[in-house]
């Protein structure tokens, strides 16, 4: 079974309209974290926000955010007002495990396209 | 600090041809990490270390062997290249005992013939 799974392969968002980018993931783990990447046409990988399973705030990192609904085990990234600069591939990525034994699983990833 | 570096960027192997991709930090970071990216996919965890003489394997391990002497360095050695392993290789290092972010190099492009 997916343990991460991102559901919308692409997707096109006019600029200055927000996105959200879907992100529900599998674990039996209590503590656990969420991550969001960025993936320019470049290529190098970026991070975004961070989420930690005990968090009871939503993660903020200025116009990103993390919607966090635990007992859905959903964590959507949430960009405001979209920049041509945001296209790129997102990536949803879980750590489970324990120091020694840190894992991160990532997800297929949403190509988005913002549209001038 | 010059962060994460991978060398090299590209390379083009042959079948059978063994090779070693390098990775470097310079932040004193205890955990490292290599991925491997195929087309279209996430990024698959191969091996990672916590620490100058611990590794262990990821999802995808077959193929590939790492140590780690020093804490700033964690190469990759590819044993017997195969037309499979043809991806873009990712080295990440992370800092914090939480693994709150990973840093990531710029990646390696490799191709086998």
């Known amino acids: 079974a997916q343990k991460i799974t991102q559901t919308q392969p692409g997707m096109f968002v006019q600029e200055k309209e927000a996105v959200t980018l879907d992100c529900t993931y599998d674990t039996s783990d209590q503590s656990y974290g969420l991550f969001w990447y960025k993936q320019p046409s470049s290529g190098e990988m970026i991070f975004l926000i961070y989420?930690?399973?005990?968090d009871e705030q939503n993660a903020t990192e200025g116009r990103y955010s993390l919607n966090f609904q635990k007992a859905r085990k959903s964590a959507n990234l949430v960009i405001s007002a979209s920049q041509l600069g945001d296209s790129a591939m997102y990536f949803c990525?879980?750590?489970?495990?324990?120091?020694?034994?840190?894992?991160?699983?990532w997800g297929a990833g949403t190509k988005l396209i913002i549209k001038p | 600090n010059a962060g994460v570096t991978q060398t090299p960027k590209f390379q083009v192997l042959k079948t059978g041809q063994s090779m070693t991709l390098q990775c470097a930090q310079d932040?004193?970071?205890?955990?490292m990490s290599w991925y491997r990216q195929d087309p279209g996919m996430g990024l698959r965890l191969i091996h990672y270390?916590?620490?100058?003489?611990?590794?262990d394997q990821g999802e995808v391990p077959n193929g590939y062997n790492v140590s780690r002497s020093t804490t700033e360095d964690f190469p990759l050695r590819l044993l017997s290249a195969a037309p499979s392993q043809t991806s873009v290789y990712f080295c990440?290092?992370?800092?914090?005992?939480?693994?709150?972010?990973?840093?990531f190099g710029p990646g390696t492009r490799l191709t086998v013939l």
């Open positions: 932040m004193n970071h205890e955990y």
């Open positions: 270390s916590v620490g100058a003489g611990i590794t």
């Open positions: 990525a879980m750590r489970e495990g324990t120091w020694g034994n840190y894992q991160l699983i």
């Open positions: 990440a290092s992370s800092g914090t005992r939480g693994l709150n972010e990973q840093f």
């Open positions: 989420q930690g399973s005990y």
